[in-house]
């Protein structure tokens, strides 16, 4: 292994989850020569981290659901090139961490599987940016509008847009999706990223997922509240927008062009349109909620 890495673990050292986040970043650092980044020591002296940071591919692990590493690197301003959740990885592979702080048989192989994933999604990444993947998702993008044309709606000193042209559908969940053909790209309304406020953290679904309508498609996460992503349209993941998972603030900066979540391939959109509004009819309801909205 040629690869140098700096590693970013979260400090949750109460958990168990936190106990195998620290002994993933061990083994990283043995099986590549990589240097671990403290979090504590992070916070209050980051001038040696920052350019150990700079220099090599950060690798975040985090611990559980508060997600402290991936939040210190966005507060950092970090470029993250491969990240993984311990206890997503333990409810994907049907494990229990429990509340004992010393690492079982189970734990300690865990441990194991999680330095594996990050390692191959870390390796794989160059090729997905070189190769035809790449080329893939290019091709998909061009479907979308080049431009947008917004009504917009003032509450106070706020202003909510929303996408007015033809192919955009409405959930009553406030989220929208962009459709053509067999295919649509999916995000956000203006009224989720204003009341969320500051986004710190976005989860998104995996490629290749088959996600029904009104399933579940991520999360994005603000100081204030975790937003679960509702799929407007049932269908096949075919890219997530990647930038999201280093800059999560562009669904505050726009959620409809840079901060659109993904893009499907349709299972029945001529079932699912009848269970969403066009714009005619979901725009009464955003000024309802933005009446009510309080910061």
């Known amino acids: 292994m040629n690869n140098h890495y700096a590693i ?18 061990i083994i990283l650092a043995e099986k590549t020569e ?40 966005a507060e950092k301003g970090l470029k993250i090139a491969g990240r993984l959740n311990i206890s997503d990885l333990a409810k994907e592979e049907g ?13 300690l192989a865990l441990a194991g599987t999680a330095t594996a994933k990050l390692l191959a999604s ?21 479907f979308f509008p080049p431009q947008l044309s917004y009504e917009t709606f003032q509450k106070d000193k706020f202003i909510f847009r929303l996408p007015a042209g033809e192919g955009f559908y409405f959930n009553e969940n406030d989220v929208w999706a962009f459709v053509s053909g067999n295919r649509a790209r ?27 309508q009104f399933g579940e498609m991520g999360e994005i996460e603000s100081a204030k509240a975790v937003f679960e992503i509702v799929s407007p349209v049932s269908g ?35 079932e699912d349109r009848s269970l969403l509004y066009t714009f005619d009819g979901y725009l009464p309801i955003m000024k309802r909620k933005v009446e009510e909205f309080h910061v």
């Open 34 to 73: 990589s240097e671990i980044i403290c979090p504590v020591f992070y916070r209050v002296a980051d001038v040696r981290y920052n350019e150990l940071a700079q220099k090599n591919p950060l690798l975040v692990i985090d611990g559980c659901v508060t997600r402290c590493a991936s939040k210190l690197a």
């Open 186 to 212: 999916v995000g956000v309304t203006d009224y989720v990223q204003k009341s969320l406020s500051d986004i710190l953290f976005f989860k998104p679904p995996s490629v290749g997922t088959e996600i029904p």
């Open 122 to 142: 870390f390796e794989a990444a160059p090729e997905t940016a070189e190769g035809g993947q790449r080329g893939q998702r290019d091709e998909a993008a061009a």
């Open 8 to 25: 970013l673990p979260c400090n949750g050292l109460d958990k168990c989850a936190g106990g195998v986040t620290r002994e993933t970043a």
């Open 236 to 270: 096949v993941i075919t890219a997530v927008n990647e930038k999201l998972a280093d800059a999560p603030e562009m669904l505050n900066q726009n959620p409809y062009e840079q901060g659109w979540i993904a893009e499907m391939e349709l299972a029945d959109f001529e």
């Open 95 to 107: 494990i229990t961490l429990g509340t004992n702080l010393r690492l079982s048989p189970e734990a």
